[in-house]
């Protein structure tokens, strides 16, 4: 499906921006149960208004809304499906397997365990509400430039609300949540394509940990959960799930990959190129690849075959602004690769993933998103140099 | 002044050679190792539960100190871990010298408060001089807790 019309190289965002402490504040007295609904949203829909304000003053092509109502990129599902129940880690510690391995990660990334929620499957799945189209329509209110909307991927989903002990009371197995979760996102995103969506990202950050996590540490929370079975038969289970949701929808369909996004420190961050996950993206029946290659972590740009690439070309975990030359130079390189008609410019990932952890603040986002806009300019101008 | 003088009574009993249940006025505990090193073994051992009681101990001391303070919170959680000076020691192992006493504790404590920095480190300071097992252990044992707010 192609984006609307737009200049070469639009650039976007992977979706998530750092709140406002006013924002953090409702967010936590939401989860409490001190603050209602509608005055969450008051507090919510100033701040989407901030966040699209801010990257349209970026020069921003594609914008999103932030992600500014949801606590973390994919746990938010909770507030809005009957069957799912957010529980924090610390809850979770109860129930899962492997608790050392749990006890190991959360060191690792020098986390407490009550900072990230998780959305358990603990009921047959229903949808009570819708899980984006209503952010949708809110940021469509507010802007005529083309909106992209990010969902959880239904393989990410899976793994996560699959806890045993709890959800095998429901569900026979993985395989069975797994198309409740499937007919949830496909549903999800066919009411996004009808709402005026340009593009619906599905974000699959676990498939890295499937191919670069053996003998890494484990970066993502999601991954300690459900038991690995042998990673090829993971990946071609993840390939069925993403492609019965994506597959010929009338809105072009974006996958999300990267390596973690947690901490500030690289080391706990997973390392190694994309090329072990080319033949899964090349069997992905989506338009375009997400990925991230601001840092030396993620090796050369893969080839998207017939897809369009999404390029990261900025960190969003650190204080410095990307130097526009160095962007540039990236991008030149992404055009060996890829032409320019299917290039898109990207950070890395989220600036706010997990809405307690923000990567970055608001100054330095704005600082990084107009060195991407200035870059791309350049590029559009002389993209051989 | 009132009079606070108390004393706590636990009776443990030895159920086998790593199993042990310890009753604490109706209340029941049970242990097993004196250091466990096997990651399967079915009890945590007498090492963790001393962590454990630290933990809990800082996490009561600092919700009360907190709560006095009108210092609100929405999480806590303690994070701890120590080494002994020589574990070969404690398993008996002939040749090897030295003491099986911890060495080190250290771990971080983190808060979640929408508080400030300044304040929530006033409430850490006076939890660590209000802690009995802290304030025991600190004379004895190099000990390290790191205070860690979080949004």
């Known amino acids: 499906m192609p984006l609307p019309p737009l200049p070469p190289l639009p650039v976007t965002t992977v979706g998530s921006l750092p709140r406002s402490p006013e924002l953090l504040r409702a967010l936590k007295a939401r989860r409490r149960g001190d603050l209602d609904r509608a005055g969450f949203d008051a507090v919510a829909d100033a701040a989407v208004r901030d966040a699209v304000a801010l990257q349209t003053a970026a020069g921003i092509d594609i914008v999103t809304d932030g992600e500014q109502r949801r606590d973390n990129f994919y746990s938010f599902v909770a507030e809005k499906l009957d069957g799912v129940r957010a529980m924090t880690l610390a809850e979770m510690l109860d129930h899962v397997e492997d608790k050392a391995g749990f006890e190991r990660l959360l060191a690792t990334l020098d986390v407490p365990a009550y900072a990230i929620t998780n959305p358990t499957c603990v009921g047959p799945l229903a949808r009570r509400e819708p899980l984006a189209a209503d952010e949708l329509a809110f940021v469509r209110g507010l802007t005529d430039a083309p909106v992209k909307v990010p969902l959880p991927g239904p393989y990410l989903l899976t793994r996560a609300m699959w806890v045993p002990e709890l959800t095998g009371r429901v569900y026979a197995d993985k395989e069975a949540l797994a198309e409740d979760v499937v007919a949830l996102l496909r549903a999800e995103a066919e009411a996004l394509a009808a709402g005026g969506a340009a593009v619906v990202q599905f974000d699959e950050p676990v498939l890295s940990e499937l191919v670069f996590g053996r003998g890494q540490t484990r970066t993502f929370m999601c991954a300690a959960l459900a038991a690995r079975s042998d990673p090829e038969e993971e990946l071609a289970f993840a390939v069925d799930l993403i492609n019965r949701v994506a597959a010929d929808l009338p809105v072009r369909t974006a996958l999300h990959v990267c390596r973690g996004n947690w901490s500030r420190d690289e080391r706990t961050l997973l390392s190694g190129g994309y090329a072990p996950l080319q033949p899964t993206f090349d069997a992905l029946a989506v338009d375009e690849l997400v990925l991230e290659y601001a840092t030396p972590r993620a090796g050369a740009v893969v080839d998207p075959g017939a897809k369009a690439l999404g390029l990261g070309v900025v960190n969003p975990r650190t204080d410095e602004i990307e130097a526009v030359d160095d962007i540039v130079a990236r991008i030149r390189t992404a055009l060996d690769v890829v032409p320019l008609d299917r290039l898109s410019i990207n950070p890395d990932c989220g600036f706010g993933t997990f809405a307690l952890r923000p990567m970055n603040d608001g100054a330095r986002v704005d600082g990084k998103l107009r060195a991407m806009v200035a870059a791309a300019r350049v590029v559009r101008d002389d993209p051989v140099g | ?151």
């Open chain 2, 1 to 151: 002044m009132q009079d606070v003088t108390h004393a706590w009574t636990v009776r443990v009993r030895a159920d086998g050679p790593d199993d042990a249940t310890a009753h604490a006025r109706r209340h029941v505990l049970r242990l097993g190792a004196a250091a466990g090193f096997d990651a399967e073994a079915p009890l945590p051992s007498a090492v963790e539960a001393l962590l454990a009681a630290l933990g809990a101990d800082l996490l009561s001391t600092f919700a009360a100190t907190a709560r006095r303070a009108r210092l609100p919170h929405d999480a806590l959680e303690a994070v701890l871990r120590c080494t002994l000076d020589n574990p070969l020691v404690h398993l008996g192992v002939i040749g090897e010298t030295g003491s099986p006493r911890i060495a080190a504790i250290d771990g971080t404590f983190y808060v979640s408060s929408d508080a400030g920095t300044d304040d929530i480190e006033r409430i850490w300071t006076l939890t660590r001089a209000r802690s009995p097992l802290y304030t025991t252990l600190e004379r004895s044992v190099a000990l390290a807790v790191r205070l860690c707010p979080t949004p």
